[in-house]
């Protein structure tokens, strides 16, 4: 997986409550992305980053912050979660913008 | 205009067949088209890739054919097999201010039965 771990792997949690996910990089790559994967939706781009603290929004962002203090570090937080908010969530970093991007294992995330 | 349209939504296909997945974008701005491989419990993986100034790309049994008149793609695998039952997923990026974002389509499920 290209030197991305994720964690944790799988969590389970309850409405309302905080959630913070992780995605640690070994490679140094500038960007970092993170998605949600959802049956019927495929993957969509949430929040990303280009450089430690220089983030945007993506595509399905509300509900969500992201942070990014270090270049191998970017977390994402559900600040409440919600029963909609139940996914896989993938990060994938890349080298540039315009360079493949890899993807990590990814995030089980049940919210009860 | 910042969607990906894939079909079919799920593919079965007998051992030694052909496996042809479709893809359509209204964009014409969209400048790179990848196609990601998942298999169950992981990360999606970068199977090929085209740009918009080639028309067909090969890589072993695995093409791309890109028609930008049509603004349509699609992934051939040929001589299917077992291993390649997985989802598949195309996407396009579009270059905005420098960062690239990748708009997948929905995914196809590949089935290659023995």
């Known amino acids: 997986d290209a030197g991305i771990t994720q964690s944790p792997r799988h969590k389970v949690t309850e409405t309302g409550t905080p959630v913070t996910l992780r995605c640690h990089q070994t490679e140094n790559h500038r960007y970092m992305y993170w998605y949600r994967q959802d049956p019927g939706h495929g993957l969509r781009l949430i929040h990303y980053?280009?450089?430690?603290?220089?983030?945007d929004k993506g595509e399905v962002s509300d509900g969500y912050s992201v942070s990014r203090s270090k270049t191998e570090d970017f977390l994402l937080t559900l600040e409440s979660a919600t029963s909609s908010q139940t996914s896989v969530y993938f990060c994938?970093?890349?080298?540039?913008?315009?360079?493949?991007?890899?993807f990590g294992p990814g995030t089980r995330l049940l919210v009860l | 205009q910042q969607q990906v349209k894939q079909s079919p939504q799920s593919l079965i296909v007998q051992k030694g067949g052909i496996s042809i997945i479709n893809c359509a974008y209204e964009n014409t701005a969209f400048d790179y088209f990848p196609w990601y491989q998942q298999f169950p419990g992981k990360g999606p993986a970068l199977l090929i890739a085209i740009r918009p100034d080639v028309s067909e790309k090969k890589e072993g049994r695995f093409t791309i054919s890109f028609n930008k008149s049509a603004k349509q793609f699609s992934l051939h695998i040929m001589d299917s097999q077992p291993g390649d039952s997985a989802t598949y997923f195309c996407a396009a990026s579009l270059s905005q201010g420098g960062s690239e974002k990748l708009v997948f389509g929905k995914g196809t499920k590949l089935t290659v039965n023995p």
């Open positions: 980053s280009y450089g430690v603290k220089d983030t």
């Open positions: 994938a970093i890349a080298r540039s913008s315009q360079e493949t991007q890899y």
